[in-house]
């Protein structure tokens, strides 16, 4: 297809990123007529979320591409630790778990996506439609009738008997069908930059917690993706200390990277990050339905917020595929899913905003003072089986989903 033709899908979906993937994936593979628009030319996009916890190789695996997934680049990382107050410290031990996803996967995001999308391919009933972003909806009384979006330079409408807005945390579909947001309040911003690193045999993604500062990095072979956290609406007060500065900054809080820091040429190197922590207050209406970071976005804390959304993906089709399948109406089942889902998400996020509130704003305003890690973390260190608790939490999060969508055609 192409813009500016008439066009007419069961099911359309703005946004490729997890959530709209997986969920074009999943549909597809019941039969249903998919078409997925995406507003980039590629999944090649930088300073995205990398982590592909146990909930969604489980996924994976109970679809049977679990084995053709991990064959794409990949680290395994089993235990989750940081250097905490100058200490080195384990929090969290996935070990335990059943082996075939007792880990996360740390997986560049576009070859996550390309592979789902390869995936989804396989079904003649999907369509991808990259440089495709939607600005718009069709409405018909009273209902959402398809997505209005432009593709390289021209604008058309796709007709649709359901409309998922899958378009992330800037979502313009969710504001356009009126759908209300209810901030959180998130205390922090990051500064995402890159710092080359020699590669080693085991993934070193770590976390660095001291007074006043914290810094995630990120393995990535031959790089580190640094995440330089500070108070909130504090960006520019850091741009004014000076690039030299900053690079002293990391190389005090984090000295495993002091020699790489030169490598940050300019401002241009550092990417901003405004993190925030909010849900919308209804996620559909008659023809619509918002899922993913459209629908919550969540805060950096776990790293949990790519696996969230793909487990909207996964209820979605569960409790949607089959009827829409079969020609039934969609809408008087909309609420089931955000029904399903809500309480899980609601949990993390209440999960999240406490560990931002109680941990990470008041370390962040410790600048110059002692910092000892909170007994907790003490505690999860000296005790190898209570870090299997932590390792739940991040690895499957709360009501995590099983694929119970129905798998009525075969790949071509």
């Known amino acids: 297809m192409s813009a500016g033709e008439a066009e007419l899908s069961d099911l359309c979906i703005v946004g490729g990123g997890p959530a709209g993937m997986v969920a074009g994936l999943l549909f597809a593979r019941a039969g249903v007529k998919v078409t997925v628009l995406e507003k980039h030319s590629d999944f090649l ?49 996935l070990s335990a778990f059943d082996p075939r996803w007792n880990f996360i996967a740390m997986m560049p995001q576009w070859e996550f996506l390309d592979f789902v999308s390869e995936a989804a391919s396989e079904y003649a009933n999907f369509t991808l439609l990259m440089k495709a972003e939607g600005i718009g909806l069709v409405e018909e009384g009273g209902r959402v009738a398809g997505v209005r979006y432009r593709q390289e330079g021209s604008e058309a409408e796709l007709r649709a008997r359901l409309v998922i807005a899958a378009d992330g945390r800037h979502s313009v579909l969710r504001g356009i069908g009126g759908l209300e947001v209810r901030d959180l309040g998130a205390p ?47 960006a520019d007060a850091v741009r004014a200390e000076g690039l030299e500065a900053f690079r002293r900054e990391i190389a005090r809080v984090a000295p495993m990277v002091a020699a790489a820091v030169e490598a940050i040429a300019s401002w241009d190197d550092v990417k901003l990050l405004t993190v925030t922590l909010d849900r919308l207050e209804r996620w559909h209406r008659p023809g619509l339905l918002v899922i993913g970071d459209a629908a919550h976005a969540m805060s950096p804390v776990g790293g949990v917020g790519i696996n969230v959304a793909i487990q909207d993906a996964v209820a979605a089709a569960n409790i949607l595929a089959g009827p829409l399948g079969a020609g039934e109406d969609p809408d008087p089942l909309l609420g089931e899913v955000e029904k399903r889902r809500l309480p899980a998400v609601r949990i993390t996020q209440g999960f999240q905003k406490a560990v931002q509130n109680r941990i990470i704003s008041r370390l962040l305003m410790r600048r110059d003072s002692p910092f000892r890690p909170p007994l907790p973390v003490r505690l999860l260190n000296r005790h190898r089986f209570l870090r299997r608790f932590p390792a739940a939490l991040i690895g499957f999060g709360f009501r995590p989903e099983h694929v119970r969508s129905p798998a009525h055609v075969s790949p071509h």
Request: charge should be neutral.
């Open 45 to 93: 996009r930088d300073f995205r979320g990398d982590t592909v916890h146990p909930s969604t190789l489980r996924i994976f695996h109970e679809i049977g591409l679990l084995g053709r997934l991990l064959q794409r680049p990949h680290d395994k990382v089993q235990s989750i630790g940081g250097l905490v107050g100058g200490v080195p410290m384990e929090l969290a031990d």
């Open 188 to 234: 922090m911003d990051v500064f995402w930059f890159r710092l080359p690193k020699t590669p080693t045999p085991e993934n070193d993604t770590t976390g660095v917690f001291a007074a006043g500062r914290i810094i995630a990095l990120i393995d990535r072979g031959d790089y580190w993706q640094c995440a330089y956290v500070f108070p909130k609406g504090m």
